[in-house]
């Protein structure tokens, strides 16, 4: 659109029950989330009871059955009717959008999570990227999170992706980020381990130390500390994490939490979605064929729970997938510390 817009209206239904429409209530939460309620001049509510509100007659002039819209005017002869509450943050509000959102108090979060506990993962999904936007950072590793970013896509909403490039990957898991990338056409931004601190770590204990003395510090170089700097750039993000992928470290995870590991921008509230903690392996696989998902080609010759190439085998049929990762280490030390808040 070209200039600012003079004046915003947002038509909101009242549905027969007098209670707004759901979709219009977490469209007001978007904006006042992103901070941008006050761009907006004007509510009319579209009464299902009064065909003569001001909302249904703008409904009816301008042909627009869905609710919300917005009827955008900017002194050009006919108004520009936007039905996407993104696109007109996008086109009308520049130099609102960018702003992100506030944290979710503590009560909005436990109140959220009270509700999606009981909810699909798509329901939690769509919470955390109304809510947050570009603002949250979907984390790719496996076939679990490429499940996530299937969702998302089919959300519409914006998100963003990071993935964790250790330097000791499968040259599969390379070839399979590339070809997630380019199925959904998705950023997907790869996090470093800090060059100095792994050339000094290498230097001193080789390349192999974590056969002797436990993966914890290898990984908190080339994992945690690119994760934790990813993650100070974002209020949310999302896990693939599922409980019953371990049953010694997982089993307890929430649906929707604080992260209590790792901070959000500036050192504040981070929000942590694990949309599919409810799921089990089979769930997420049905989901990985009815929707044509790409996965890892890892897992066609017998790999399940994939991580960096020196610590991850294939499991036998039976065994747990858990069983395929530090294989040398007791179950309960069976984390990177990505997840040590849980
Ligand atoms: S999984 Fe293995 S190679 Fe990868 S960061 Fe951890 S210890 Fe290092």
Known sequence: MAGHPVHITMVKKRLASGDACDKCVQAEQLLRGRGLWHRIDEVMWADERDPDSDGMRLSA????????????????????????????????????????????????????????????????????????????????????????????????????????????????????????????????????????????????????????????????????????????????????????????????????????AFEGRGGGKLVKCNPLSAWTADQTWAYIRSHDVPYNALHEQGFRSIGCQPCTRPVHPGQHEREGRWWWEAETQKECGLHSGD
């Not at 798509?122 to 590793?141: I, K, Y």
Request: glycine share 8%; proline share 7%.
């Open 61 to 260: 002039r301008y042909g627009v059955r869905l609710a919300p819209f917005f009827v955008v005017t900017n002194g050009a002869a006919e108004p520009s009717i936007y039905k996407s509450t993104l696109r007109l943050m996008r086109e009308c509000m520049p130099g609102g959008s960018p702003r992100p959102p506030a944290p979710p108090s503590d009560g909005e979060l436990a109140e959220a999570a009270a509700t999606l506990a009981n909810g699909t993962p798509q329901d939690a999904l769509t919470w955390v990227l109304r809510r947050h936007g570009r603002d949250c950072a979907l984390a790719f590793s496996g076939a679990e999170d490429v499940v996530l970013i299937d969702m998302a896509v089919r959300t519409g909403l914006d998100f963003s992706v990071l993935c964790l490039d250790t330097g000791r990957l499968h040259p599969e898991t390379y070839a399979f980020v590339e070809r997630v990338r380019k199925h959904y056409g998705v950023e997907i931004e790869l996090m470093s381990p800090d060059a100095s601190k792994l050339q000094v770590f290498v230097r001193k204990k080789g390349l192999f130390s974590f056969l002797e003395d436990g993966h914890k510090e290898c990984c908190g170089i080339r994992k945690v500390e690119p994760l934790r700097r990813a993650l100070s750039r974002y209020g949310a993000w999302v896990t693939g994490q599922r409980r019953d992928q371990s049953p010694a470290t997982r089993a307890e995870v929430p649906i929707l939490q604080e992260d209590d």
